[in-house]
């Protein structure tokens, strides 16, 4: 297998000969991980399971961490699932690789389908499947809302990642143009999934679930269709390791039997701590008033147009990859250069910010990128 270098692997390359304006404290705005503590409630009880260490987890995990899980999607989604629709993952990360393999394993000349821009894991997956790829762009004159493939295209799917909440745009999508993709899986007998890791993090209006598009047009058993989520966002635990796939049982229940080879199960005690952070709305909001915050920061200090979900600013700029090696070396801040998650067709480019620093912190780092900006144009 050939791997492209992962997307902070190109950036440190891309830097590294670049020395950065000491006079400003290091800003880094290129990863989605927040910078705050993890709730003392999550952490106590972590703490308090350090004595299952010596117990080995297994890959089913334990039934109250998968009954937290489908509470939380009873209370957000409005969607009750069986435990046997669902299974609790160490994060999302290793899905998004390993569940093309376990699909497509007898399938030759396999085509994926997904988002462009995209999480670099779904490429990864396609290497590791040998499979063709058809890149759904997202550009900015339609939203960064997906546009249906041709039904000769679909036609041709194994399967089809959307991932919204999107990240890097921020777009969204509604019920209804969730469930135009739901229908064509079910006509096309392909395999849908939607990569739901930003869900909570939104400004005004909740971002749907595939689950609830499956409710919208009768696809009451999830055929076909699967959701994923974590509280790596949510709860300001990416260390935890707490994900789940969920939906069609049919693959849900081949997959785990897969699962139980790939060793991907949960140490007991983050499962603990877990059930915690899953039942824990209280403070998932907290963190979504900070991002709702920072967003607005952006808008008076950039004038860029807030986006519908996630933490990302997806910042359109006349070279990237200049625009970063000056950041950086003038104000000490790094971005991610747009290319390099992929990029649909199109004459700009961008850059990808991620706002996950406190308000006082963003407010200082945005005042510091718009006289760069200033400056650079």
């Given amino acids: 297998m050939k791997f492209e270098p992962y997307p902070f692997e190109k950036l440190n390359l891309l830097l590294e000969n ?16 927040p910078q705050f503590d993890t709730p003392i409630n999550i952490v106590k009880q972590l703490q308090n399971s350090c004595h299952l260490l010596n117990k080995y987890p297994k890959s089913s995990a334990k039934i109250d961490l998968k009954i937290a899980m489908t509470n939380f999607i009873k209370r957000r989604f409005d969607i009750q699932l069986d ?7 160490f994060g999302t990360r290793e899905v998004l690789f390993n569940l093309p393999q ?17 999480y670099k894991i779904y490429e990864g997956a396609s290497v590791a499947t040998k499979s063709s790829v058809i890149h ?23 399967i089809v990642i959307l991932n919204f909440p999107n990240n890097p745009t921020g777009a969204t999508i509604d019920e209804k143009q969730l469930s135009l993709w739901v229908q064509k899986a079910l006509e096309f007998d392909f395999v849908l999934i939607n990569d739901e890791c930003y869900s909570e993090i939104y400004n005004n209006t909740k971002p749907p679930s595939i689950l609830q598009a499956c409710k919208l047009i009768k696809n009451l058993n999830f055929k076909n269709c699967l959701a994923l989520n974590s509280i790596s966002k949510r709860n300001s635990a990416p260390g935890l ?27 007991l005690p983050l499962q603990q701590a877990s059930i915690v952070a899953w039942n824990d709305d209280t403070n998932a909001e907290k963190f979504r008033k900070i991002y709702a915050q920072n967003m607005a920061l952006a808008h008076d200090i950039l004038g860029v147009v ?7 600013i997806w910042l359109d700029v006349s070279d990237e990859i200049k625009f970063t090696q000056q950041l950086y070396e003038k104000k000490n801040i790094k971005v991610l250069p747009g290319s390099y998650l992929g990029q649909a067709k199109t004459k700009k480019q961008y ?14 780092i945005l005042t510091q990128l718009k006289m760069f900006i200033d400056e650079f144009k």
């Fill in 83 to 89: 435990l046997n629709q669902i299974i609790a993952t």
């Fill in 102 to 118: 376990f699909l497509l394993f007898d399938i030759e000349h396999s085509v994926m389908a997904y988002t462009n821009p995209y």
């Fill in 351 to 364: 850059v990808r910010i991620a706002l996950v620093e406190n308000n006082q912190n963003t407010k200082n």
């Fill in 241 to 267: 390791r707490s994900g789940f796939v969920c939906g069609d049982e049919n693959i849900i229940k081949k997959y785990q039997t897969y699962r139980t080879y790939v060793g991907c199960a949960i140490p």
């Fill in 136 to 158: 759904i762009d997202l550009k900015e004159e339609n939203n960064f809302k997906p546009q249906l493939l041709s039904d000769k295209q679909f036609q041709m799917c194994d």
């Fill in 18 to 33: 670049i020395k950065p304006n000491t006079k400003y404290t290091p800003s880094i705005l290129t990863i989605g991980e």
């Fill in 306 to 312: 807030i986006p519908e979900a996630t933490f990302y």
